[in-house]
């Protein structure tokens, strides 16, 4: 079983950018697909986006395309969030996913992270 742990959250002003990592250990991340969660106060966990194992197929939450890249280093076994434009509804704890199977946002993840907190203010 891959272990995943987050990195890269904090605190920015709306407009800013964040750059997340998710780095792997325990199994190579490259037999992985790999997607980043939300979860944000009283609401429920939602996609955040997917990228497949060899990073040819990418997916996107709508409310986040055009803001939010996420790119992979399988040499580095870590996966990154780039969040651009960041908005206060952005606000959530964001959870690293993988899985041994890609199908855009309806992949199946079977290992997940602690999360890490972003906060972006008004």
């Known amino acids: 079983q891959v272990q995943l742990v987050e990195s890269g959250g904090g605190l920015v002003q709306a407009g800013g950018s964040l750059r997340l990592s998710c780095t792997a250990s325990?199994?190579?991340?490259?037999?992985?697909?790999m997607g980043w969660f939300r979860q944000a106060p009283g609401k429920e966990r939602e996609f955040v986006a997917a990228i497949s194992p060899g990073a040819t197929y990418t997916h996107y939450l709508d409310s986040v395309k055009g803001r939010f890249t996420i790119s992979r280093d399988n040499a580095k076994n870590t996966v990154y969030l780039q969040m651009n434009s960041l908005k206060p509804e952005d606000t959530a704890v964001y959870y690293c996913?993988?899985?041994?199977?890609?199908?855009?946002?309806?992949?199946?993840?079977?290992?997940w992270g602690q999360g890490t907190k972003v906060t972006v203010s008004s």
């Open positions: 996913a993988g899985s041994t199977s890609y199908n855009g946002a309806r992949t199946r993840f079977e290992a």
């Open positions: 325990g199994r190579t991340l490259s037999y992985y697909s």
